[in-house]
Nanobody
Framework: QVQLAESGGGLVQAGDSLRVSCVAS???????MAWFRQAPGKEREFVAAVNKFNGPTFYADSVKGRFAVTRDNAMNILYLQMDNLKPEDTAVYYCAASKGHITPSTTHVEYWGRGTQVTISS
């Protein structure tokens, strides 16, 4: 069992930056870790992922060039640095973890955090 706890959300203005974090705890270290988000009235969508040992990173097209996902494997912390934020980035951001790889086409993830709200004002 893996527990995930996100932090770092908040209210910022368009063009600002924000970093959210996710601490993974439990008896095993997850292999894949990722960020998803869900805006009001929309389905949850993939944002970014990085697998263990800092392998390739994956990003949704909508955030490429603005967001950066990194992972501290020693501390089991996942970060999402978000720059040049836009109002359409407003959503609840969820941390996800899996025993296997997570990619943009992953349809099943074993573990989810409770989410952290990110709100961008125009």
């Amino acid at each position: 069992q893996v527990q995930l706890a996100e932090s770092g959300g908040g209210l910022v203005q368009a063009g600002d930056s924000l970093r959210v974090s996710c601490v993974a705890s439990g008896p095993t270290s997850p292999f894949g870790m990722a960020w998803f988000r869900q805006a009001p009235g929309k389905e949850r969508e993939f944002v970014a992922a990085v697998n263990k040992f800092n392998g390739p990173t994956f990003y949704a097209d909508s955030v490429k060039g603005r967001f950066a996902v990194t992972r501290d494997n020693a501390m089991n912390i996942l970060y999402l640095q978000m720059d040049n934020l836009k109002p359409e980035d407003t959503a609840v951001y969820y941390c996800a973890a899996s025993k296997g790889h997570i990619t943009p086409s992953t349809t099943h993830v074993e573990y989810w955090g409770r989410g952290t709200q990110v709100t961008i004002s125009s």
